[in-house]
């Protein structure tokens, strides 16, 4: 064989081998089913429904949390991406983000995320539904239009990574956030859709406040492709809070994500008995000015561990985010962990 075609045989063999390795990243695997930003529900039928990012947000659904099978996207890819989504973020095509699933007065609310990679001109949108269940006659996604955009230039948060709360009193708020400012929290009106307040930043990774002009001026960097990312140093996003034991617990994510094996995500926590805040990590620390108690991240098994939800089924408390598998060449992968308590109301590490 020719010096020429030797080389050609390598390159197809690389070719193949590369082809190979991408098709076993994203073959639908039961047990350790790829997901991003996954968030968990249990539906009508008994079963647990998770809701991630992908065209149309992607849907799996367990009798067991332990094998998981494909659904059929909320949205139709082809023909049912909502038309102000498009019209709003320039860029958007139908890849949305990082939903948010909650059951309130027998209806859900999906909250879910438009935008593009590493800019704000992004917007939050909600669908509701009767029934989590496909087979039931009352399933049907309807889409209620946005509840809050941001705009490259003029905002410094960025309305990505909703999680809906209702607090204590029964009022809803809204949470989101990623880079810029940080994690953004507003008071919604009894629609569940339209804010009554201004965001107030309650979480950051830096210790103060960033404005528009400090992110715009230094913090731009062009990724492969050429896609410009202004996204700041900033690196915290995908907050939840959730209500326990008299505490608001908000969970956040810190450094990096969605760079397979060079991903360097961690889930940190505080708490507080306001959900305005501070939300005070274990040593005493705001999280508004950087603090944060690390729960997970990368270790042994994985490359990084972020964007969770956390949920109480049948009197278990779980942890849920995904998580980039060093076995897997940094796919990202379900993680799911039971959590508990110590004396003091802060988790146990396991």
């Not at 039961?30 to 009508?44: N, Q, Y």
């Not at 209620?144 to 705009?151: F, Y």
């Not at 950087?290 to 729960?295: E, K, Q, S, V």
Request: aromatic share 12%; glycine share 10%.
């Amino acid at each position: 064989m020719t010096h020429r075609l030797l080389t050609a045989a390598l390159a197809l063999l690389t070719s193949l081998t590369a082809l190979y390795s991408e098709a076993q990243r994203h073959e639908f695997n039961p047990t350790l089913p790829a997901v991003h930003d996954p968030v968990m529900a249990m539906g009508e039928d008994g079963r647990y429904y998770i809701f991630s990012t992908g065209m149309g947000i992607s849907v799996m659904s367990s009798a067991d949390m332990k094998t998981w099978q494909r659904e059929k996207p909320v949205f139709n890819p082809r023909t049912e991406i909502p038309a102000w989504a498009v019209d709003t973020v320039r860029g958007f095509r139908g890849h949305i983000w990082a939903p948010d699933i909650q059951k309130h007065n027998g209806k859900w609310y999906l909250y879910y995320s438009c935008s593009t990679f590493g800019k704000n001109g992004s917007a939050i949108g909600v669908a509701t539904n009767n029934t989590l269940d496909p087979n039931s006659p009352d399933y049907k996604w309807e889409d209620q239009g946005m509840v809050i955009a941001s705009h490259r230039h003029q905002d410094n948060w960025n309305a990505i990574d909703p999680n809906l709360i209702i607090d204590a009193d029964g009022t809803p708020w809204l949470t989101y956030g990623s880079f810029w400012d940080g994690i953004q929290l507003i008071k919604l009106d009894n629609d569940l859709k339209t804010p009554v307040t201004q965001p107030v930043t309650i979480a950051r990774r830096v210790g103060r406040k960033l404005t528009l002009a400090e992110i715009d001026d230094k913090t731009k960097f062009t990724i492969e492709g050429g896609d410009t990312i202004e996204a700041g140093e900033n690196a915290i996003e995908a907050p939840f809070i959730t209500y326990r034991n008299g505490y608001y617990y908000l969970f956040v994510s810190h450094d990096y994500c969605c760079r397979g094996q060079a991903s360097t995500y961690k889930t940190v926590y505080g708490r507080s008995k306001s959900i305005a805040g501070p939300y005070l990590d274990k040593d005493g620390r705001d999280m508004a000015k950087g603090g944060g108690t690390l729960l997970y991240g990368p270790d042994d098994d994985f490359f990084g561990i972020g964007h969770c939800a956390v949920y109480d089924f049948k009197g278990k408390w779980y942890f849920l985010s995904h998580a980039y598998d060093k076995k897997m060449n940094g796919a990202a992968r379900l993680f799911l962990k039971e959590m508990k308590l110590d004396k003091k109301g802060w988790i146990k590490s396991n």
